[in-house]
């Protein structure tokens, strides 16, 4: 079975700071793979190395037996990701916000999306703006799954969440964990 995510020496230099260095991994499908660091660690420029946002200075990485450096969209298109502070539209709605993205997704992310709202007890009216933390980390988490993403990649997704919402998000991804592989950038904890 060949990894889901490779790299090979991968190294980011930015001016004054050697943020990656030489960096080794080979994650199999259905693993959980958590990333622990302290602050500044350079775990989230890995992951937007790892999801084609960014070059890294040397190296080598394939996401999904894909190049994030040549095929990124595609990489995108195949992984699930929901970072630290998701870009929700506040004067959205749940259900405003599923149907601004689902074009992007093949036919069926809007149903499972709204599925995923329900199991999560959100109404499907409520502004973006007044929900609370934990349901905004559950619509962007919805997003990111509802597309049946080959590989979910979550950067501090619960970082801000108070410890009760926190055990509820987590646990509210031990079914999708089972059969698919996660990545997880945490804070030093």
């Given at each position: 079975m060949s990894a889901v995510i490779t790299?090979?020496?991968?190294t980011m230099h930015f001016r004054g700071?050697?943020?990656?260095?030489?960096?080794?991994?080979?994650?199999?499908?259905?693993?959980?793979?958590?990333?622990?660091?302290?602050?500044?660690?350079g775990k989230t420029t890995l992951i937007r190395i790892l999801t084609g946002f960014q070059k890294p200075t040397s190296g080598e990485c394939r996401v999904c037996d894909l190049d994030p450096t040549k095929q990124s969209l595609e990489v995108r298109r195949r992984i699930g990701y929901v970072s630290d502070a998701p870009a929700l539209?506040?004067?959205?709605?749940?259900a405003e916000i599923g149907w601004f993205v689902a074009p992007f997704y093949p036919t069926g992310?809007?149903?499972?999306?709204?599925?995923?709202?329900?199991?999560?007890?959100?109404?499907?009216?409520?502004?973006?703006?007044h929900l609370s933390k934990g349901q905004r980390a559950k619509v962007a988490l919805s997003l990111a799954l509802a597309h049946d993403p080959e590989l979910l990649i979550?950067?501090?997704?619960?970082?801000?969440?108070?410890?009760?919402?926190?055990?509820?998000?987590?646990?509210?991804?031990?079914?999708?964990?089972?059969?698919?592989?996660v990545f997880v950038e945490s804070p030093d904890q």
């Open positions: 790299a090979k020496e991968l700071c050697e943020a990656l260095r030489g960096i080794d991994l080979a994650i199999a499908p259905g693993t959980v793979f958590a990333l622990l660091g302290e602050n500044g660690a539209y506040d004067w959205m709605s749940v992310f809007l149903a499972k999306y709204r599925e995923s709202m329900a199991r999560y007890g959100l109404t499907e009216d409520r502004k973006i703006k979550l950067d501090e997704p619960t970082s801000s969440l108070d410890p009760m919402v926190r055990r509820e998000f987590l646990e509210s991804m031990i079914d999708r964990v089972r059969s698919d592989c």
